[in-house]
């Protein structure tokens, strides 16, 4: 079954604290995203990578940070420097000329 | 990318069809249109995607004018299952993934 996983669906931390989210995609895509969305918001960049081992900030990278050692797996951290990390997450992938496909998105709620 | 304008909220109703409208007045020649659905607190889903000709698959129609300065999506037979928040994003060359998504048209299909 293709396509692309993120876990967990929902997740909550305290203030304070890093958290990773997961994101695989088993479509042998090269390029991959991790955008934000804000209630009754559209979504926001954050970070994308089109090949392993490279990645560049997207629009709102600030508190984050990524990392891409495997094609097919692009984590996200939130660090404790994100001063409103309370979001809905998603990982999405292309290939380099077609259309982007996304995650399910985890749902992050920091207390 | 080209900034694009929708409707904020449309109506339809169930078995009729749903035209959305979008205008791309900047958008230029190696920019595509793309269209996306995102469904409560789901990831986005990918309809349909043009440059300047007429586009059909099994999901909708997409019809862009001459001048490419405006699109229509055409849900051709709308049911309840797509009452949706529908984005219309122009983008193109390098851009890959790194999709700008605005505020998009919410459609509310009613029975």
């Known amino acids: 079954d293709g396509g692309i996983t993120q876990s967990p669906k929902y997740l909550f931390r305290k203030e304070g604290q890093n958290v990773t989210l997961s994101c695989e995609q088993n479509?042998?895509?090269?390029?991959m995203y991790w955008y934000r969305q804000d209630p009754g918001q559209g979504l926001r960049l954050i970070y994308y990578?089109?090949?392993?081992?490279?990645?560049q900030k997207g629009d709102i990278a600030e508190g984050y940070s990524v990392s891409r050692e495997k094609k097919e797996s692009f984590p996200l951290t939130v660090t404790s420097a994100q001063k409103n990390p309370t979001a809905f997450y998603l990982c999405?992938?292309?290939?380099?000329?077609?259309?982007?496909?996304f995650g399910p998105g985890t749902r992050l709620t920091v207390t | 990318d080209a900034k694009t304008t929708q409707p904020p909220s449309m109506d339809c109703a169930e078995g009729r069809a749903a035209n959305l409208p979008c205008n791309h007045s900047t958008i230029s020649g190696n920019e595509y249109v793309y269209w996306y659905r995102q469904i409560h607190s789901q990831g986005p889903q990918y309809i349909i995607h043009g440059l300047k000709n007429n586009e059909t698959n099994e999901m909708a129609s997409l019809i862009i004018t001459e001048d490419r300065k405006s699109s229509t999506l055409i849900l051709p037979h709308a049911t309840l299952r797509d009452t949706a928040v529908y984005y219309c994003?122009?983008?193109?060359?390098?851009?890959?993934?790194?999709?700008?998504f605005g505020q998009g048209t919410i459609l509310t299909v009613h029975p």
């Open positions: 994003i122009a983008f193109g060359g390098t851009s890959y993934g790194k999709l700008t």
């Open positions: 999405a992938s292309s290939p380099t000329d077609k259309a982007t496909y």
């Open positions: 990578s089109q090949i392993v081992n490279d990645f």
């Open positions: 479509l042998n895509h090269d390029a």
